[in-house]
């Protein structure tokens, strides 16, 4: 059974870190590349950075290069977004997507305070 269970979220202050992560199970991790989205209150869900087979990271938008990256340990089945420097307005739930195959996690609040 495929499964993408995502941790890490909480409650931190305006400037401050946070590491997600996301373990990963059903499937060998070694050929997916799993992305990191995002969606926050009344948005749509967006892309953040993605990590592919080859452990190449994309960061998507300029308002997160510099601030956030991916990474990823096959052999721990386990793939983390680090997110430096968190804004209030980075204050959604993170998910992760595999693909192949294509799934979803069910999602970690982060919510960033003034």
């Known amino acids: 059974q495929v499964e993408l269970v995502e941790s890490g979220g909480g409650l931190v202050q305006s400037g401050g870190s946070l590491r997600l992560s996301c373990v990963v199970s059903?499937?060998?991790?070694?050929?997916?590349?799993i992305t990191w989205f995002r969606q926050a209150p009344g948005k749509e869900r967006e892309g953040v950075a993605c990590?592919?087979?080859?452990?190449?990271?994309?960061v998507y938008t300029d308002s997160y290069r510099g601030r956030f990256t991916a990474s990823r340990d096959n052999a721990k089945n386990m793939v983390y977004l680090q997110m430096n420097s968190l804004k209030p307005e980075d204050t959604a739930v993170y998910y992760c997507?595999?693909?192949?195959?294509?799934?979803w996690g069910q999602g970690t609040q982060v919510t960033v305070s003034a």
């Open positions: 997507k595999a693909a192949p195959p294509n799934y």
């Open positions: 059903g499937f060998t991790l070694d050929f997916s590349t």
């Open positions: 990590v592919d087979r080859t452990n190449t990271v994309t």
